[in-house]
C-alpha cells in the first residue's frame, strides 16, 4: 500500500498562483514509475492533467502548458504541481496519481481542493 498525501489547495483569484504538493514515504518514492495529478469536478469525469516519470520527463495536456509546472525532489520523496495564471475553470479537486512497480498498480491520494474565484 501506498500513501499519496497531498497539499497546497485552497482559494486563490484568477492569475494568481497555488503551488500542490504530492508526497509518497521515502522507502516507496523509489519505485514509483509515474506520478500524475488529476483534476475532477462534480459531475465529470477525472482528467489527466500532468504527468511526471521516474527519469524526470514531463507530459502536459494542452489546457495547462505554459501555465503549470510538474517537477519532483527526489531527496524529499514529493512532487510538485506549480499552477500559474488560474483561471476560474481550473477550480476542481486535485489528486495525485502513482503507478508502482513492479506491477505499475495505481494508488490515489485524497485530493486536495483548488478554487479560482473570478
Known amino acids: 500500500q501506498v500513501q499519496l498525501v497531498e497539499s497546497g489547495g485552497g482559494l486563490v483569484q484568477a492569475g494568481g498562483s497555488l503551488r500542490l504538493s504530492c508526497t509518497a514515504p521515502g522507502s516507496t518514492f523509489s519505485i514509483i514509475k509515474v506520478i500524475g495529478w488529476y483534476r475532477q469536478v462534480p459531475g465529470k469525469q477525472r482528467e489527466l492533467v500532468a504527468t511526471?516519470?521516474?527519469?524526470?520527463?514531463?507530459h502536459y495536456v494542452d489546457f495547462v502548458k505554459g501555465r503549470f509546472t510538474i517537477s519532483k525532489d527526489d531527496a524529499k520523496s514529493t512532487v510538485y504541481l506549480q499552477m500559474n495564471n488560474l483561471r476560474p475553470e481550473d477550480t476542481a479537486v486535485y489528486y495525485c496519481?502513482?503507478?508502482?512497480?513492479?506491477?505499475?498498480?495505481?494508488?490515489w491520494g485524497q485530493g486536495t481542493q483548488v478554487t479560482v474565484s473570478s
Open positions: 511526471i516519470v521516474s527519469g524526470g520527463s514531463t
Open positions: 496519481n502513482a503507478h508502482v512497480l513492479p506491477d505499475m498498480r495505481a494508488y
